[in-house]
């Protein structure tokens, strides 16, 4: 009897386990800063080799800045942790 009930039950666990890494995948992109980092330091790069100017890489690094930040937040959300406190 518990093997029918192992066999009948095989299909529901694996989308189950399908659904888990899945999820795990989606939450594991949602808060990799890595890509966003590697931008950071292509713009520093612009900058120096001088594609870009001052004004346009400050304005493009508050904006990559600020994307880092909501991804740490998410980071901090998924942990169960309180929203990181603003002092500025």
Same mark, same amino acid.
Do not use: H, N
């Given at each position: 009897?518990?093997?029918?009930?192992?066999?009948?039950?095989?299909?529901?666990?694996?989308?189950?386990?399908?659904?888990?890494?899945?999820? @795990?995948?989606?939450? !594991?992109?949602?808060?990799?800063?890595?890509? #966003?980092?590697? /931008?950071?330091? *292509? =713009?520093?790069?612009?900058?120096?080799?001088?594609?870009?100017?001052?004004?346009?890489?400050? @304005?493009?690094?508050? !904006?990559?800045?600020?994307?880092?930040?909501? #991804?740490?937040? /998410?980071?901090? *959300? =998924?942990?169960?942790?309180?929203?990181?406190?603003?002092?500025?």
């Amino acid at each position: 009897m518990f093997l029918l009930d192992d066999l009948l039950s095989l299909p529901l666990s694996g989308l189950k386990f399908v659904f888990r890494t899945l999820r @795990q995948v989606a939450e !594991e992109q949602y808060t990799d800063t890595g890509p #966003i980092k590697e /931008r950071l330091l *292509e =713009l520093q790069l612009q900058l120096e080799s001088e594609e870009i100017t001052e004004a346009e890489y400050v @304005q493009r690094e508050a !904006e990559i800045l600020r994307e880092l930040r909501e #991804i740490e937040s /998410r980071k901090r *959300e =998924l942990a169960g942790l309180p929203p990181e406190e603003r002092g500025w």
